[in-house]
């Protein structure tokens, strides 16, 4: 299949690398002129992607209506906060019934709209999916054994984009659920910034594992609230991509939240990262999801406190630690 990755990042990268090694004609845009001129003589994001060589055969352009027109699919790589202005950039150029994507995480801040949904709305003529799960860019492109998730509205969409990903080291699963499984990849970004912030203040694995835990089960809640599947969100693109988010330094997430912790501003650890941090942008829309659905997210209400509101992260933990005890899961039977 002939297919575009756009966006050049760490992650649009190594995907453009995956889908070239599986045989298909690929091509790789940027807006960036100094970044389509770095690849096209490096062939490596030797910045956000030091070590990983894309292969000579992927055609990288500046060109948006070269990329999208010589394509059956496209996977649309851009930060999220971007993705409604590449969209409709993308537009007059997408035939009717070309496949569209997604594999941002995000949430659209001021209309809380899943990734998808802005795609749908700015190319109405297009098929949308979403690829999600515990993948990040930089064990991608070194073939290291990687599971994830493609979710569509159709079985025949589904199975088409995961013939063009997977092989011998990507493994792809599908699934009906694309709202669940694109809150879940949107919201686990939150709570990995609240796993930095632990780690920041010195916290050990015991505290970790509380925030994966009770972390998942604020996602489970919104998203059922909202109409997903509950069993998407004990899947990769749920428990596992908040596992790796929450444990990894390849999350950039996760190191913003260790800045943070250690004191600095959000506007700080954003500068010293370097890279877009998803869950800040996250954060607010998840706050407002939760108030909209009336859900409780504890944990997302911290985070959005210390990273909008000047509260610490001492202070965030303290006041999830001493919360009112209740049970784990209501509606359990006592004396069985």
């Given amino acids: 299949m002939k297919t575009a990755v756009i966006g050049a990042g760490s992650w649009g990268s190594a995907l453009a690398r995956l889908i070239a090694l599986n045989g298909h004609e690929t091509w790789l845009w940027s807006i960036d002129g100094a970044e389509v001129a770095l690849l096209q003589e490096k062939h490596e994001q030797t910045e956000k992607l030091p070590g990983v060589r894309l292969p000579e055969s992927i055609h990288i352009t500046?060109?948006?209506q070269e990329a999208v027109c010589a394509a059956e699919i496209c996977v649309i790589a851009v930060p999220s906060p971007h993705m409604r202005s590449v969209s409709k950039m993308m537009a007059p150029y997408v035939s009717e019934g070309q496949i569209l994507v997604n594999a941002a995480k995000g949430i659209e801040e001021e209309t809380l709209m899943t990734m998808?949904?802005?795609?749908?709305?700015e190319i109405p003529q297009a098929v949308t999916a979403v690829i999600?799960?515990?993948?990040h860019a930089e064990e991608v492109g070194k073939d290291i054994p990687t599971a994830v998730v493609v979710a569509?509205?159709?079985?025949?969409?589904?199975e088409q984009v995961r013939t063009l990903f997977a092989n011998h080291f990507f493994r792809?699963?599908?699934?009906p659920d694309m709202l669940g499984v694109q809150l879940s990849g949107s919201i686990k970004n939150v709570i990995a910034l609240a796993a930095g912030m632990a780690d920041g203040?010195?916290?050990?694995?015991?505290?970790?594992?509380?925030?994966?835990?009770?972390?998942?089960a604020e996602i489970s809640r919104l998203g059922t609230a909202m109409g997903a599947d509950k069993e998407t969100f004990s899947?990769?693109?749920g428990i596992g991509d908040l596992i790796v988010t929450c444990g990894s330094m390849h999350s950039r997430n996760r190191r913003a939240g260790i800045l943070i912790g250690q004191g600095k501003t959000m506007e700080e650890a954003m500068e010293e990262v370097?890279?877009?941090?998803?869950g800040v942008y996250s954060a607010k829309a998840a706050k407002t999801l939760a108030d909209h659905y009336h859900v409780s997210m504890p944990i997302v209400e911290e985070v959005n406190q210390c990273l909008f509101h000047e509260k610490t992260a001492k202070e965030a933990l303290r006041d999830l630690m001493t919360r009112l005890s209740r049970e784990e899961h209501a509606g359990m039977k006592w004396g069985r």
């Fill in 62 to 64: 500046g060109d948006l």
């Fill in 116 to 121: 998808s949904s802005v795609i749908a709305q």
């Fill in 132 to 135: 999600s799960g515990p993948s």
């Fill in 152 to 158: 569509a509205k159709r079985q025949e969409t589904a």
């Fill in 172 to 175: 792809v699963y599908t699934s």
């Fill in 201 to 216: 203040l010195g916290c050990g694995d015991n505290t970790k594992a509380a925030l994966i835990t009770r972390g998942i």
């Fill in 235 to 237: 899947g990769l693109s």
């Fill in 274 to 278: 370097k890279m877009v941090v998803e």
